[in-house]
């Protein structure tokens, strides 16, 4: 239990706790049960689905989304999942679609759940896309700190074999890739759910994959986010207009001004209830206990996560 303690320390410190820690006090079993099954949302547009739930040896740390867009010049990915073995499985499901090779993987940001797979692709040759900002994280000790922890909790899906891997092209503004006669149009957002947030929008099949800007059926994973700047990223995505959206975490959206509603919402209260304490240093323990959190306190992850949120909030307005 010690032990378990110091993992979930590490993970409030670094700002990761939302993957780190829940196979403490249980034996992991290297027992391979998982199965990605892609939804087609549009034409030649498919997503698969992570558990709403945190990461742990049993369930190979799929607990994002990933997507891809078939193309007549090849295959799109967004997002390369929480480790090689679901990389893994993801190509092979893409296999199942279409005979043409994966050319390219976007990232929307450089979150563990979101990464660990990319040496699947790499091995492949497919170019590797990623915000600028990211180099920074890829270079910095919570990043090491992270893997490390990650291959002990998420053990043997990742290992000491699994590797940060660097992009291909560092996107340091808007830009527009077009593969096979298709457009894809990738814009930075933020710092917003992290520094190095970008969504990417397929005009053609009117679809964004929004990354971990918008989150449903769960509570968000806050971390150390810029609320302010993720609330306007939010805007920044209902300009585009787009018919689908398939969020970082949950079900994609076929009505995304009322699901991002609730990413929204979610912020702007954890600003409005931190706001006052946070601003005349008051104790964040007396602000958190006369929020009302009756809303979301049955949600998935509510108790991993929102106490972390709140308080990560209440440091941050200060900050401003």
Known sequence: ??????????????????FFGSACGQSAKAVDTIQLKPVQVAPH???VQGFAEMGSSTNQNFISNSGFVVTPGGVVVIDALGSPILAQKLLAEIKKVTNQKVVA???????????????EFQKIGAKIYAQGEG??????????????????????????????ISADVWIDQKLKLS???????????????????????VPSKKVLFAGDLVFRGRIPFVGNADSKGWLIGLDEIEKLNPNIVIPGHGNYSVKPV?????????????????????INLDPFDEAYKQ???????G????????????????LSIQAE
């Open 105 to 119: 993987v976007i990232i929307s940001h450089y979150h563990a759940d979101h990464i660990y797979g990319l040496q």
């Open 45 to 47: 547009t498919y997503f």
């Open 135 to 164: 180099r920074n994280y890829l270079s910095s000790e919570t990043a090491k700190q992270r893997l490390t922890t990650s291959q002990m909790d998420f053990a043997p899906w990742v290992n000491a074999n699994t590797r940060l």
């Open 291 to 297: 929020a009302d959190w009756s809303e979301y306190e």
């Open 1 to 18: 239990m010690k032990t378990c303690f110091m993992k979930n320390l590490i993970g409030i410190l670094i700002g990761s706790f939302i």
């Open 179 to 201: 593969i096979g006669g298709v457009d894809f149009l990738i814009s930075r957002v933020g710092p917003a759910h992290a520094p190095e947030d970008l969504m990417v929008y």
């Open 258 to 278: 009322e699901d991002i509603a609730f990413t929204r919402n979610y912020l702007k209260y954890l600003r409005e209830s931190m706001s006052k304490a946070a």
């Open 299 to 314: 949600m998935p992850l509510f108790k991993a996560a929102n106490r972390m949120n709140a308080y990560n909030v209440y």
